[in-house]
């Protein structure tokens, strides 16, 4: 079963050379201290930077340098900073050719809620609707279950909708799927994961085709 730092890893993989990219809030802003080295990839914070970086050591913090998640970050060389009518105009002209974001729940046609829990006090949607609006491709990184142990994993997502039918990809504790017009495709195990375990804990139409290799995360 992977950790939080085991799911950024894993979507790292995902990631190409000459890719821009922007990561939403929670496990997506880990991806950013694990792209392989040497590749050429930009990171867009829709607050107002392209060219953001990994996450400064402890007592390297510039209070002035934040994600959209308002953690502090660094910059790499050739960075640019900008106001979120630019930001988003990046976003809704699909400039951005990969977008990772956290969810709440997805269903098995790609459908993701990702804002809010009925009755609980929110800040509101964010830039979220015009990334799943707009994005290219979009791979979420989320729990498969939840602290009771229900599936996250739906037929019919239960929570508002952000998007639908907008989600490629998922990666979770447990296993990597894709969204077909079928379901949810078993593509690989976390290590130590059984299929039959992914089975269980997976409420929605779940493909499974021949042998399920294990993740191999370094």
Avoid at 112 to 119: D, E, F, L, M
Avoid at 163 to 191: H, M, N, S, Y
């Amino acid at each position: 079963m992977l950790d939080k730092v085991g799911i950024a890893k894993r979507i790292a993989k995902e990631i190409r050379e000459g890719y821009y990219v922007n990561l939403g809030i929670g496990i997506p802003t880990l991806v950013a201290n694990y792209i392989p080295k040497g590749m050429n990839v930009v990171l867009q914070s829709e607050n107002g930077l392209l060219g953001m970086g990994p996450f400064p050591y402890e007592g390297e913090e510039d209070a002035d340098l934040i994600n959209a998640g308002k953690q502090t970050i660094t910059t790499v060389a050739g960075s640019a900073f900008f106001d979120s009518a630019m930001s988003f105009g990046m976003i809704r002209s699909r400039k951005v050719d990969l977008t990772i974001l956290g969810a709440m729940e997805v269903s098995d046609s790609g459908d993701i809620a990702n804002w809010k829990i009925p009755g609980k006090m929110v800040k509101g949607m964010g830039g979220a609707m015009d990334l799943v609006a707009s994005a290219k491709n979009i791979i979420v990184a989320m729990q498969h279950v939840n602290k009771a142990g229900e599936s996250k994993l739906l037929p019919k997502c239960d929570l508002p909708l952000t998007g639908v039918r907008c989600v490629k990809k998922i990666v979770t504790e447990l296993a990597v799927l894709d969204i077909t017009p079928q379901g949810f495709r078993l593509l690989e195990r976390a290590p130590g994961i059984s299929v039959e375990q992914i089975k269980n804990a997976t409420r929605g139409r779940l493909v499974i085709e021949g042998d399920v290799p294990e993740m191999i995360i370094e």
